[in-house]
């Protein structure tokens, strides 16, 4: 069974930093697309980071520049490191894999909370 697994969530204060990791098992993640959304509470879930195969990165507007998105494939791991945090990066952290063959392989983690204030 497909597992991911968050860690490194926890509250900051802004202008500070977390590092979240995203473990896979039962999964190759050398083979997936990695994704990291976040969920804040009455918001609709967002798109944060993406990290492609061949490491492509793409990032949502309201984090270019403060996160970084990155893999170990050797280690199965995921991670999104964040600098410059702000209240409004407030939310529940998700992981996601996803990939594309004759059908669609689409995983999520539980979700870990990051809550920036002072």
Do not use: H
């Not at 930093?17 to 009455?42: D, H, K, T």
């Not at 944060?48 to 520049?65: E, F, L, R, W």
């Amino acid at each position: 069974q497909v597992q991911l697994v968050e860690s490194g969530g926890g509250l900051v204060q802004p202008g500070g930093s977390l590092r979240l990791s995203c473990a896979g098992s039962n999964i190759i993640f050398r083979s997936y697309i990695l994704n990291w959304y976040r969920q804040a509470p009455g918001k609709q879930r967002e798109l944060v980071a993406t990290i492609t195969t061949d490491g492509t990165t793409n990032y949502a507007d309201s984090v270019k520049g403060r996160f970084t998105i990155s893999r170990e494939n050797a280690k199965n791991t995921a991670y999104l490191q964040m600098n410059n945090l702000k209240p409004d990066d407030t939310a529940v952290y998700y992981c996601n894999a996803n990939a594309k063959w004759l059908v669609t392989r689409d995983y999520w983690g539980q979700g870990t909370q990051v809550t920036v204030s002072s």
